[in-house]
């Protein structure tokens, strides 16, 4: 029986994986980021409803916000996959972990509601934390390979 090209190497799906992973949470960290610095500017100042648009009220920083934590997770996911050659699967799985991020970070609705900004924070630094571990793994699997 013969390999073809497109077989994966041995510990390649770990290193994907890891690579997903790393990128969803390095996501939902920053989104959580945002998250607090929309509540924590609603709670300073109420704003002004008369105003509509896209320049209007706390809707910018949420749209920036998460634009920029989306393509954080991305480029993060990128990143860690450079052992693939293939920029195709390395774009599909950047985009993967960058959509996967905005899902995964609607758990920060919860948590605004149940532990307020602080709850907010510890969920950065949970995910500051995990990535840190993710990297220093991804980081190991990268001098061993």
Known sequence: MTESADAAPDGLVGRILGALAFGVTLGVGLLALVTWTVRTIQTRAP??????????????????GTLVAMVAAGSGTWLWLAP??????????????????????????????????????????????LCLLLGRRLAARRRTA
């Not at 609705?109 to 149940?114: E, F, I, L, T």
């Open 47 to 64: 704003l002004p409803v008369t105003a509509r648009g896209l320049t209007a009220g706390l809707l910018p920083v949420v749209l920036l």
């Open 84 to 129: 693939i050659g293939n920029p195709w699967r390395k774009a599909m799985l950047s985009i993967v972990a960058g959509a996967g991020s905005f899902v995964v970070a609607l758990l920060t609705w919860p948590v605004d509601r149940a532990f307020g900004r602080d709850g907010l924070l510890a969920l950065a630094g949970l995910a500051a934390l």
